[in-house]
Structures are given as structure tokens and as C-alpha cells.
């Protein structure tokens, strides 16, 4: 709404229901939530995996797959950059310390807008064209992360230990995922309102 834009929550309903209100709007945004069920990777539930959501798993991956058919302007935050990683064929950490050997705090105990670490964003990226930035800090409220790559996204961020914290989509008009939680940020750090302020713009073209 900051960005000038009217949002819409699609609750849980019938796949047929909650596409055809998508179908009415101009973008998607993915918000945060919840683990991602490891089944749609592959992979058995590990001790270390969380609360699991089945109804929303099946629900979000049926709206970016539909989002992403119609040429649909994306933003996934946290849970949903992971949706979006996913729902193209890629998979996750089940637990990124466990899993790996970062000793980086990807779950911080400071307050939600304050930035604990860095990332680092690549050049030549649609990321990058939104920041101008190549040094940007962000905060983080996660143990899952992205570890193989969905077709056809490309990694455009990562973090001090290798942790991919952006992803997008090349050749489509406005596909963008970050590990991060933007909107917690976005009243104080002018920085992470460009990222909206970018989704709106993209929604408003299609629109």
C-alpha cells in the first residue's frame, strides 16, 4: 500500500476460487509462513524441519504456477521465495545449520526492521537495477534456504557463507524472490520500499 498499490488476500478455498480471483489481479506476492512440505523436493521430513502447512503448500504452488503462465509480475518474501524456488523444480535446505556449515544467524533475536547481515547482490540483475546497490543489509527469519536452483532462475544474491538469499527469473517481466522479510523493513529502510515500489510498477504495466 506504501507503494500505491491495493492489496487482496486469497484465502484458503478451492484451487478453481482462489485462481480465479488471481486471475483478476496484476501481480503475486508470496508472503512468509511456515515450512515447505520437503515431499515436493524429494525428500523425507528431517527432525529438523518445522511446522508444515499442507493446505497452503498445495494452494500457493497451483497461484505461482499460474502466476508464472500468465506473464504475472512476482515478489516472494522468506517462505515464498522458497515456494517460488520449489514450485520450477528446484530444492531447499530442510535446516540450514544443521545442514551446512555456516555459523551465520539466519533467525535473528533483534527486532524484525533491524538489519543483521549482509548480502551481497549481484550486478546485471534486476535486483541490483532496484538497489543500486552491491552491499545491502537485510533481516532474516529463517532455517530453510534454497539449495538447488528451480529451472530457469538464477541466483542474484548471497549472503557472507554461500547462502542464496535472492533469486529472479531472466526473460520473464517481473519474477523476484528474497530470503528476507522486506515489508518488515520498508517504514524505516528507504532501500527495501524500492523493492515494492519495483513490483507495483511491473503490476501497473500489466495491468
Not at 71 to 99: F, K, W
Not at 135 to 163: C, E, I, P
Not at 183 to 190: T, V
Amino acid at each position: 500500500e506504501m507503494a500505491g498499490a491495493a492489496s487482496l488476500g486469497i484465502p484458503h478455498q478451492s484451487i478453481e476460487a482462489a485462481l480465479e480471483v488471481l486471475e483478476r489481479c496484476d501481480g503475486l506476492l508470496l508472503a512468509g509462513g511456515a515450512d515447505v512440505d520437503p515431499v515436493y523436493y524429494g525428500e523425507e521430513v528431517s527432525v529438523a524441519n518445522g511446522t508444515i502447512h499442507p493446505e497452503r503448500d498445495v494452494l500457493e504452488f497451483e497461484l505461482t504456477r499460474f502466476a508464472l503462465s500468465r506473464g504475472m509480475p512476482i515478489l516472494a518474501t522468506c517462505r515464498g521465495h522458497q515456494v517460488l524456488n520449489v514450485a520450477l523444480g528446484g530444492s531447499l535446505y530442510q535446516d540450514v545449520a544443521s545442514e551446512t556449515k555456516s555459523t551465520l544467524q539466519h533467525n535473528q533475536k533483534a527486532p524484525p526492521w533491524y538489519a543483521t547481515h549482509r548480502v551481497r547482490v549481484e550486478k546485471g540483475t534486476r535486483l541490483y537495477d532496484v538497489f543500486q546497490e552491491v552491499d545491502v543489509r537485510v533481516n532474516t527469519f529463517h532455517h530453510q534456504g534454497v539449495k538447488m536452483l528451480g529451472n530457469g532462475l538464477v541466483a542474484t544474491a548471497h549472503a557472507s557463507d554461500g547462502l542464496i538469499e535472492a533469486i529472479e527469473l531472466p526473460g520473464h517481466p517481473f519474477v523476484v524472490g528474497v530470503q528476507w522479510h522486506p515489508e518488515r523493513m520498508a517504514e524505516r529502510d528507504p532501500l527495501q520500499r524500492r523493492l515494492f515500489e519495483a513490483f507495483v510498477r511491473a503490476a501497473r504495466r500489466r495491468g
